[in-house]
């Protein structure tokens, strides 16, 4: 059994000062008193704290049945005055079932173990001062008669900003066989988050940019399952191989936002009982024709349809193409994933290749939204040299267009799936006389290479990408730099 407590504090304090329009470089940034006018002057402090009491009794029965409870409670400066402490409490069960005498007897079972768990934990994973009203500095342009730069509000305040948290059922087993040369684990899992913490992004006429807030609920629910055997051993060779794969589906349960706010990014959304990163977006419809009759065909609000121009379809039939059409394009999770790695070991010498990929998901290859625009802002890449135009009416790229393409459809939306071979390493120890005549007692060669072969469909130069920084666009695409090939080459020396 243990008890305890712990606190702890982070402070932060950063000035800046920059200065242009030296008269010489030769003592450049070691003396700034000599630049003759002020660039860049900013000052930041930041700082929270957290205080914890923490315990745990653990409890194992002639290591058979084993027993672990916890139980914390956390408070942190971070949240509104009303809700700064967290209750987070766990248990474990599992029963070795390959201990019991009635199992003794059951030769090809090496071991056998049973677990039910179940936990919640807290996230604190914001920044300090979000239950506050803060403010942001405005910065008018500079000019005769233009007034000078003051403070404007930036969040709403919440005295009732709380904890984060997420409750998860865990049952699995272990399973080992025939000396442990086969073995495989089974978890099925269940995660419920409350309270999520979610930036909400605020009408302009409440007078705020956003409010942090208890968004809502998620639940998570999947399975992960791995086997790993000993397929061939003898006194020379050895081949060890490991597959996994896991399933995760993430579904909306709750949302606290009220109308007029918005609690996606445009292209995804929440909507309570849909799965989480469902793309929203319109379907497409084919290239208008020159020989078409453009006015029975349903056309955006906001400009009209020309011949080569990119038609989609109206969902709702009212003749109209507006938000009421957009549907659910596809999602930026994977059905699954999975993992290979196979090592081969013949005597001093040793492969190994290890393979992974994900199914089923889709990307939004916003880099070919922008650079097959052709609407003179951006270099375009080499698929629009074909391009609809009179003489090419089959192309399904439409036309050079000065206003833009600037819906999300299917067109963008692509297949994510892979499999990558990620590493293969090849490595030879030496060994005798020589080697320990010399003082050392291990040497190692080895060389690997990582990335150096993809399977995929996707059409942009790496399937595995994300460069939004959010939890809602994990494969968002714009202009990502491919994925790099590596090879190495060491040496391990031991004396």
Avoid: C
């Avoid at 579904?251 to 959304?269: C, D, F, H, P, W």
């Avoid at 999975?338 to 089923?360: A, D, I, P, Q, R």
């Amino acid at each position: 059994a243990m008890i305890g407590q712990t606190a702890q504090k982070f402070t932060q304090s950063i000035a800046r000062l920059g200065t242009k329009n030296f008269e010489d470089n030769r003592l450049g940034y070691h003396d700034l008193s000599i630049g003759k006018d002020v660039a860049i002057t900013s000052t930041t402090d930041s700082e929270w704290a957290m205080l914890s009491y923490i315990s745990r009794i653990h409890y194992s029965y002639d290591d058979r049945y084993l027993f672990t409870f916890t139980g914390r409670v956390d408070g942190s400066s971070k949240f509104g005055e009303n809700h700064k402490y967290g209750f987070f409490p766990s248990g474990a069960v599992a029963w070795r079932i390959s201990e019991e005498k009635f199992m003794k007897d059951v030769k090809p079972i090496s071991n056998l173990k049973l677990r039910l768990s179940y936990g919640v934990v807290g996230n604190a994973g914001i920044a300090p001062y979000q239950s506050q009203g803060n403010l942001i500095s405005v910065s008018p342009p500079f000019g005769p008669g233009v007034p000078n730069g003051g403070m404007a509000p930036m969040t709403l305040p919440n005295a009732d900003l709380s904890w984060e948290s997420t409750s998860q059922f865990d049952a699995g087993f272990d399973l080992g066989l025939f000396d442990n040369r086969l073995s495989i684990t089974a978890d099925y899992y269940y995660k419920y988050t409350s309270d999520l913490l979610y930036a909400v992004d605020l009408p302009m006429y409440s007078g705020y940019m956003f409010s942090m807030r208890n968004l809502g609920d998620l639940s998570n629910r999947g399975v992960e399952f791995s086997i790993t055997a000993v397929p061939v051993t003898t006194r020379d060779f050895t081949w060890t191989s490991t597959f996994n794969i896991d399933s995760n589906v993430t579904t909306i349960e709750k949302l606290n936002i009220a109308e007029g706010e918005s609690s996606g990014t445009g292209v995804t959304r929440l909507v309570v009982g849909d799965r989480l990163n469902n793309i929203w977006g319109y379907k497409t419809n084919g290239i208008a024709q020159l020989d078409e009759d453009l006015t029975q065909v349903a056309q955006l609000t906001n400009r009209p349809l020309v011949a080569g121009e990119q038609k989609y379809q109206d969902i709702n039939k009212d003749g109209v193409i507006d938000q009421d059409d957009e549907v659910v394009l596809g999602n930026l999770n994977p059905k699954f994933s999975f993992g290979f790695n196979n090592t081969f070991t013949y005597k001093n010498l040793s492969v190994n290749l290890f393979l992974e990929g994900n199914y089923g998901n889709d990307i939004i290859n916003y880099t070919r939204k922008k650079l097959e625009g052709m609407d003179g802002r951006y270099n375009n890449i080499t698929t629009v040299l074909d391009r609809w135009t009179p003489e090419n009416p089959t192309s399904n790229i439409p036309r050079t267009n000065a206003t833009g393409n600037e819906e999300y459809s299917s067109r963008i939306i692509e297949d994510g799936s892979f499999l990558r071979l990620k590493n293969v390493s090849l490595g030879y120890t030496f060994s005798g006389r020589g080697i320990r005549k010399a003082g050392i007692s291990s040497l190692r060669l080895y060389v690997s290479a990582d990335n150096i072969w993809t399977l995929t469909g996707y059409s942009g130069p790496d399937p595995e990408v994300s460069t939004r920084n959010s939890v809602l666009t994990p494969g968002f695409d714009w202009s990502a730099y491919p994925r790099a090939y590596g090879f190495t080459a060491g040496l391990n020396i031991s004396f």
